[in-house]
């Protein structure tokens, strides 16, 4: 993946460097994508303190994660998650059902990836009770993801098993693949926040959505303004 590379604009909202357009989607064998913010329209864990009126203070620290101001994930992930002790289990179930959207763009470049015969991952650093109904929502293969301890029908504020974060991620999509015997370079990784930064850069084509501005300097694509099929005008 370039490191800060001088980008161009090859359409509006839409810079590259490091290669030259078009490549083809069928050149690759797997894509790989964050799903907060990039996939589907918020980031989960605010939205679930909203109900217990801690939304600005656990937003604060996604934020700051996100940019990359706060370097280790997994710790600021577990004090976030340990603020939403006590939020009842059925207020996962209200926000995807009344917050959650796919961002634009992402059935679209999904069904492409598929037809084009790559294996889709979804890898997040968020949690699985959102994860695998986006997974199976999309029609993607797998997905990764946290999962958040539940007891007597409320959150204990704790995650359960090996936190997901940025190295994580990386070796999810280095794991798929060694799995489909394809070097890493013919993979995508699409992703915003800094958690983001290690699978992108283990992958031959990377792509920054709507993303913060680390992610974009460093990302081979940043998509700054339109969906996510945006790709399919770069890698058809």
Do not use: W
């Amino acid at each position: 993946m370039p490191d800060h590379l001088s980008s161009r604009v090859f359409a509006p909202g839409l810079l590259i460097q490091g290669f030259e357009p078009p490549l083809r989607l069928s050149l690759f064998k797997a894509i790989a994508f964050d799903m907060d913010s990039t996939l589907i329209n918020i980031e989960c864990i605010d939205e679930i303190a909203d109900a217990v009126g801690k939304k600005a203070e656990v937003a604060a620290i996604t934020e700051a994660a996100m940019r990359g101001e706060i370097t280790d994930f997994k710790d600021s992930l577990r004090r976030r998650v340990a603020l939403l002790a006590g939020v009842p289990a059925q207020a996962l179930q209200e926000v995807y059902d009344n917050r959650l959207k796919l961002n634009p763009g992402a059935p679209e470049l999904i069904a492409a990836a598929r037809s084009a015969g790559l294996h889709t991952l979804l890898v997040s650093g968020g949690f699985t009770f959102f994860a695998d109904r986006v997974r199976e929502r999309l029609g993607m293969d797998e997905a990764h993801a946290n999962t958040l301890e539940i007891e007597g029908g409320v959150l204990t504020g704790r995650v359960l098993g090996d936190i997901v974060d940025g190295e994580a991620k990386k070796r999810h999509l280095l794991d798929l693949c060694g799995r489909l015997g394809c070097p890493p370079h013919q993979s995508i990784a699409v992703g915003d926040g800094a958690n983001d930064l290690p699978m992108m850069g283990a992958a031959g084509l990377s792509v920054a959505f709507h993303a913060k501005p680390k992610v974009r300097e460093h990302a081979m694509v940043a998509i700054n303004e339109g969906g996510l099929d945006r790709l399919l005008t770069l890698v058809p």
